[in-house]
Nanobody, 120 residues
Framework: QVQLMESGGGLVQAGGSLRLSCTPS????????MRWYRQAPGKQRELVAV???????NYADSVKGRFTISRDNYKGTVYLQMNTLKPEDTAVYYC??????????????WGKGTLVTVSS
């Protein structure tokens, strides 16, 4: 079974930095994209950043210029470097992998989430 191992969350003061990582395990035929979402208490889950199989990237307007998504294509690990953190960035961050099976069926895999808390 595919699992996404997340790490890097924690407590940090405003202006600080954190790096999240997500390492898939198990059999994945083809990865189409890797994404980071976040969800604050009482809020909807929102897309933060995405990196495609062609290594193009997109970011939410709220994090542009501060966050960087990248991946190790050999290991399959996706990273989210978060700089100049703000209290508004406080949320549970989730790794998401969009993949295709050998039969061409699209699947999404989710990590369990890692909590990022940014204090004022």
């Amino acid at each position: 079974q595919v699992q996404l191992m997340e790490s890097g969350g924690g407590l940090v003061q405003a202006g600080g930095s954190l790096r999240l990582s997500c390492t898939p395990s198990g059999s994945i035929f083809s990865i189409n994209a890797m994404r980071w979402y976040r969800q604050a208490p009482g809020k909807q889950r929102e897309l933060v950043a995405v990196i495609t199989s062609g290594d193009s990237t997109n970011y939410a307007d709220s994090v542009k210029g501060r966050f960087t998504i990248s991946r190790d294509n050999y290991k399959g690990t996706v990273y989210l470097q978060m700089n100049t953190l703000k209290p508004e960035d406080t949320a549970v961050y989730y790794c998401n992998v969009g993949a295709s099976t050998r039969s061409g069926y699209a699947l999404d895999y989710w990590g369990k989430g890692t909590l990022v808390t940014v204090s004022s």
